[in-house]
């Protein structure tokens, strides 16, 4: 069974830019979670996905950040336009239900210049 | 969601049993306690999680006391890929809840040679 993949792994974009990240979770996994660490500071929750829903995404920092999962498959994380503050590693996460546990990607580096 | 404490770090030997204490004493009756682990810059790992008994699995056993205010992570023969940082996390699972996992500052287990 593949993990959950994210894509790209490292991204560079300079301040102004757009940069789409995208998370594929485990196949058959309805709920869908976004975290970040920015550099020194602990893995923060940005939202949450069950299925094409968003259930909370009380952890979005501001409106320069949009997360979409049409179809509920595959989901995409869009930062437009970036700041320096960006900068940080994006994870994302899947799990199947209610108590099972979540499965992490390896993240995706994001260094905003 | 309950707050957890953990000590900053813990050493432990290769070979030797690591265990990993955490203070929930403010859990409520319907929160579980979850351990995850982070390896260098990798995404989170999950290790177990548990309600009230004890569990185990091929990774590592955990302890909640009776009163639920405690619980404790162990690694039965800890080696050298065991260096991590290992995050206690109380959330709460039932149907309509939030699912997000609320890291700490977490435990660096450093496992000597």
């Known amino acids: 069974e593949a993990g959950v993949t994210q894509f790209p792994s490292h991204s560079v974009i300079e301040k102004g830019q757009t940069v789409t990240l995208r998370c594929d979770p485990i196949?058959?996994?309805?709920?869908l979670y976004w975290y970040r660490r920015v550099m020194g500071k602990e893995i923060k929750f940005l939202l949450h996905?069950?299925?094409?829903?968003?259930?909370?995404e009380s952890g979005m920092p501001n409106n320069r950040f949009l997360a979409e999962r049409t179809g509920g498959t595959y989901s995409t994380l869009k930062v437009q336009p970036a700041e320096l503050e960006d900068s940080g590693v994006y994870f994302c996460?899947?799990?199947?239900?209610?108590?099972?546990?979540?499965?992490f990607g390896q993240g995706t580096r994001l260094t905003v210049v | 969601d309950a707050k957890t404490t953990q000590p900053t770090s813990m050493d432990c030997a290769e070979g030797r049993a690591a265990n990993l204490p955490c203070n929930h004493s403010?859990?409520?009756?319907?929160?579980?306690v979850y351990w995850y682990r982070q390896i260098h810059s990798q995404g989170p790992q999950y290790i177990i999680h548990g309600l009230k008994n004890n569990e185990t699995n091929e990774m590592a056993s955990l302890i909640i006391t009776e009163d639920r205010k405690s619980s404790t992570l162990i690694l039965p023969h800890a080696t050298l890929r065991d260096t991590a940082v290992y995050y206690c996390?109380?959330?709460?699972?039932?149907?309509?809840?939030?699912?997000?996992?609320?890291f700490g500052k977490g435990t660096l287990l450093t496992v000597n040679p």
């Open positions: 996390i109380v959330r709460v699972a039932a149907r309509g809840s939030n699912y997000k996992l609320t």
């Open positions: 403010t859990i409520s009756g319907n929160e579980y």
């Open positions: 996460a899947s799990s199947r239900g209610l108590v099972t546990e979540a499965f």
């Open positions: 996905f069950v299925k094409e829903s968003k259930q909370d």
């Open positions: 196949s058959g996994h309805d709920n």
